[in-house]
């Protein structure tokens, strides 16, 4: 029965990691952008909320590189960020008391507001017509943000006991 891994946390970013790269891969990008020989073994430990080997940084970044060459996303980037939010919210204790539904409901909007964002950049009557301008780009990226920042808000709602 596979290990309970606090969500969010490194040893759960490794755990993804391996679901998506296997053992080979994890070896292989270990190898391809550090330049160690380290078997997949000692990484699956490092994965171990049990044990006391931890993952070190650059180690850590040749996986992320190697999973967004695979499958597009950053696991170990994703866990560090969600801990980093955490941390932040830790601070603002009114912010952690949040609901799954509160923060469920919350992204409903959120994703409204970044979908009216992107068809009204896109929209031919738009400034630029469907090609964004600067200003345009720069509306959907801070719509990207705030999604972004309600998405680490759900991973740690869902991680909270």
């Known amino acids: 029965m596979a290990k309970a891994r606090d969500i969010p946390s490194i040893e759960q970013g490794l755990h993804e990691a391996f679901r998506i790269l296997k053992d080979a891969g994890i070896e292989e990008a270990i190898k391809n952008f550090t330049g160690k020989q380290k078997s997949a073994s000692f990484y699956r430990s490092c994965s171990d909320p049990d044990e006391i080997h931890k ?33 932040l919210l830790d601070q603002n204790k009114e912010e952690v008391s949040k609901t799954l539904s509160l923060v469920m409901n919350e992204l409903n909007i959120i994703i409204g507001e970044f979908q009216t964002t992107v068809h009204s950049a896109q929209s031919p009557s738009s400034p630029g017509g469907i090609k964004l301008t600067s ?15 309600i998405l680490l808000h759900l991973q740690i709602s869902v991680g909270e006991d």
């Open 55 to 87: 993952i070190d940084h650059a180690d850590s970044l040749a996986i992320d590189y190697e999973c967004l060459k695979t499958k597009g996303i950053a696991p170990m980037l994703s866990a560090h960020e969600a801990l980093v939010t955490k941390f």
């Open 135 to 149: 200003e345009e780009k720069m509306k959907v990226k801070k719509a990207i943000v705030k999604l972004e920042q």
